[in-house]
């Protein structure tokens, strides 16, 4: 059954169609009027700029995943490729990253899965495996992403970025990047609707760090609840990232409580999807922020 909806206006006056106030993921129907949603991430990867391949090896990424779940993750998201500059992946070896982790995944835990991928081909294994989310931070370069996700009943993350994946866009510039960013996610969003999926299986995320500065990734910030007024759930992905440690001056190790107070802030205007790599503070944080303001602005 659809979500139920509302209607929402943005700042500009306009008014959106639509506002979910369910996400679905799969067979599972989640509440974000009232609070919002901590993704656990799982990189199968030698290379994430976090971890540095802790959980490579698959019976280490489903140790960590055990433990996100006990810290109180709603689900899990899994990714074979980084998203900056390294090596080059092939599709082969994407596949022979994430399937087997999300097959482990999929027959010992209960919790929705998502694939953090840009490929239509990857995606599409992956909902076989067991996936129910296809995380792409490309926005759709892969003309097929989306009929992969329809063909499933799969839901999609649409995110802003203003070169593509694994290019570097080291002096990004916008006329107005709340503005840019607005226009796009709309537009990736009408294509997913054009495509057949509901409102609720369509989640925008505006991409920090993904071609942006360290200062337009703080005004995306600032502005999360401009992009919640677009009338689908927001995803805030600004764990540990550069522009925290940019503006903070801390290494990536030194950036957990500046994440939460960036979790914090995008819960307080409207994001409903946390993005992050210490489950258990971030749950926190948010429980904390739906307490104080009843989660919906």
Request: aromatic share 4%.
């Amino acid at each position: 059954m659809p979500a139920p909806l509302r209607r929402a206006a943005t700042t500009s006056g306009s008014v959106t169609s639509v506002r979910a106030t369910t996400l679905r993921l799969g067979h599972r129907n989640f509440d974000i009027e009232h609070r919002s949603l901590v993704m656990g991430i799982l990189n199968r990867t030698p290379d994430s700029f976090y971890d540095k391949g802790l959980t490579f090896e698959l019976d280490d990424l489903v140790g960590r995943a055990g433990l996100l779940i006990d810290q109180g993750a709603d689900l899990l998201d899994i990714g074979g490729v980084k998203a900056g500059p390294g090596p080059e992946v092939g599709e082969a070896e994407e596949l022979d990253r994430v399937i087997p982790a999300i097959e482990a995944l999929a027959a010992r835990y209960d919790i929705a899965l998502s694939v953090d991928t840009w490929r239509a081909s990857v995606a599409r294994e992956a909902y076989r495996a067991g996936a129910v989310v296809g995380n792409d931070i490309s926005g759709f370069a892969d003309p097929d992403y989306l009929a992969a996700a329809a063909e499933h009943g799969a839901t999609v993350v649409a995110t802003h970025i203003r070169l593509g994946p694994r290019i570097p866009d080291p002096n990004p510039v916008y006329d107005d990047v709340v503005d840019s960013v607005r226009t796009f996610l709309l537009e990736r969003a009408d294509r997913a609707l054009a495509a057949g999926l509901a409102p609720d299986q369509i989640i925008v995320d505006a991409g920090l760090d993904l071609g942006k500065t360290a200062a337009q990734s703080l005004t995306l910030l600032r502005a999360s609840d401009q992009l919640a007024d677009l009338g689908y759930p927001l995803l805030l992905s600004a764990s540990n990232k550069t522009f925290l440690g940019v503006v903070l001056d801390l290494e990536i190790g030194q950036r957990k409580e500046a994440s939460v107070a960036a979790t914090s802030l995008g819960a307080a205007l409207g994001c409903r999807v946390m993005r992050v790599h210490e489950v258990a503070a971030h749950r926190q944080a948010c429980d904390a922020i739906a307490a104080v303001t009843g989660a919906r602005r």
